[in-house]
Nanobody, 121 residues
Framework: QVHLVESGGGLVQAGGSLRLSCAAS????????MGWYRQTPGKQRELVAI???????IYADSVKGRFTISRDYAQNTVYLQMNSLKPEDTAVYYC???????????????WGQGIQVTVSS
């Protein structure tokens, strides 16, 4: 069974930094994409950043230049370094991983439980 464990959220003042982590485990065969999405009440979940297996990255325009996504391939962990945080970055952040396991070889999307990030002005 696949598990995604997120950590690193919390409360920070505007201009501050946070680092989110998401570790995937559970009979993983291969990981295609790892990333982060975020959601605020009443709005759709939106992409923040993703990193593909080859290292290519995609960022939302709103976070370019402030957030950096990275990946530890050996530990099946994805990180999101968030700098120069703004109040509008306040949201629940969800880890997202597209992976296959040794029992389910079809690539499947998994989501973390979500972690709160609050940026005060």
């Amino acid at each position: 069974q696949v598990h995604l464990v997120e950590s690193g959220g919390g409360l920070v003042q505007a201009g501050g930094s946070l680092r989110l982590s998401c570790a995937a485990s559970g009979g993983i065969r291969s990981i295609t994409v790892m990333g982060w999405y975020r959601q605020t009440p009443g709005k759709q979940r939106e992409l923040v950043a993703i990193i593909r297996s080859g290292g290519n990255t995609i960022y939302a325009d709103s976070v370019k230049g402030r957030f950096t996504i990275s990946r530890d391939y050996a530990q099946n962990t994805v990180y999101l370094q968030m700098n120069s945080l703004k109040p509008e970055d306040t949201a629940v952040y969800y880890c997202n991983v597209d992976l296959s396991t040794f029992t389910i070889i079809t690539t499947t999307r998994y989501w973390g439980q979500g972690i709160q990030v609050t940026v005060s002005s």
